[in-house]
């Protein structure tokens, strides 16, 4: 990687994929994984300190993107993990499971369609067989795609959205609750979409609102037991995601008010915070990793 995408005024690449997008086929530089911007412009190796050592994750589109940065910044601080991913991002994740076991982690790889509940199932039970225990679930995996009217946007659509963004994060939960315990966390990854109402990905931002009250309802049922959920809204990010669903010009004004989009690695940091003890005082709250811009939360 070069600094370049730290740097304000960086520019995404405009280019197209099929979704769901894949990270091995992105045009231009890669998404930064394990790196962070210095206060002087350049960027070093993230640097961990055992913060998660021993403790075991669920992380679902764990293949690329947010998902990867995740994956790999739980390594490095010691945890293992099981990576769900679609059939089509073998190769992604692949990589991912790769660059884990790099920092002496394991990684466990489960192709599933998360929009089958009995997938869901399985990929708790496939946890449990693989690592023994669950400690964090991130809920992760999404589907968005640019609609501008919601005359256009289609039945099918709209439910295919929801099925894969809202149902899975309602299912891998209820699963894996009676398998975590005190000091335990569940993570979901909500959106910027959820607080601004972006109009052209209606159905992608619904869901992202549901995942902000799932969070918090969610919450409300286990902070008692000692098992805290949190939420992380990120904004604009440059992931797979973008070419593979953004049309041109949504992609040519991909930016934040830091005056660039944030790197997967930005926003997995805030995975790292909410799945150790460092935050043991949160719970059913959201962190905005939006790059600068003012939401009412």
Known sequence: MSEGQFKQGFEIPVAHQKPPGLQTEQKGPDPVNEHLPTEDGGFQLYKAAGKLEGKKAIITGGDSGIGRAIAILFAMEGADSLIAYLEVEEKDAQETKKKVESYGRKCHLLQVDLKKKEDCKKVVDTALEKMGAINILV?????????????????????????????????????????????????NNASINAYIGRPDLLDYTSTKGAIISFTRGLHNQYVGRGIRVNAVAPGPVWTPLIPATMNEKAQSEFTSPIGRPSQPSEIATCFVFLANSDSASISGQTIHANGGVVVNG
């Open 139 to 187: 809920n992760n995996a999404a589907y968005q795609n640019m609609v501008e009217d919601i005359k256009d946007l289609t039945e099918e659509q709209w439910e295919f959205t929801f099925q894969t963004n809202i149902h899975p994060f309602f299912y891998l939960s209820k699963y894996a609750l009676p398998h975590m315990n005190r000091g335990d966390t569940i993570i």
